[in-house]
Nanobody
Framework: QVQLVESGGGLVQSGGSLRLACTAS????????MVWHRQAPGKQREFVAT???????NYAEAVKGRFTISRDNAKNTVFLQMNSLKPEDTAVYYC???????????????WGQGTQVTVSS
């Protein structure tokens, strides 16, 4: 019904930057909050950043001041600009979207497939 497709992951040196994008498609009436999580090798999945449909943002302390989340509502797309990357940022990054589907009155959170970000020291 709803699909999220991510792009922008890759390999970067410490101190470098990457920009992730994720676009939602399908039977969408509206999208509320959009979010990025990540999971490092051998670690629990963790929250990274979230953005409301009006542009309000929240960040995990580990990325505050370095990462910026934003969205393009016309394209149902969320972005994560990652600057000053560190090796500890290495993880699979997942985007999520709280979606109200067409003909529905409740929101459901959908997740993308994940994209690998690797930061070398």
């Amino acid at each position: 019904q709803v699909q999220l497709v991510e792009s922008g992951g890759g390999l970067v040196q410490s101190g470098g930057s990457l920009r992730l994008a994720c676009t939602a498609s399908g039977s969408i009436f509206s999208i509320n909050t959009m979010v990025w999580h990540r999971q490092a090798p051998g670690k629990q999945r963790e929250f990274v950043a979230t953005v409301s449909n009006s542009g309000g943002t929240n960040y995990a302390e580990a990325v505050k001041g370095r990462f910026t989340i934003s969205r393009d509502n016309a394209k149902n797309t969320v972005f994560l600009q990652m600057n000053s990357l560190k090796p500890e940022d290495t993880a699979v990054y997942y985007c999520g979207a709280e979606v109200v589907a067409r003909y529905s009155t409740r929101a459901t959170t959908y997740w993308g497939q994940g994209t690998q970000v690797t930061v070398s020291s």
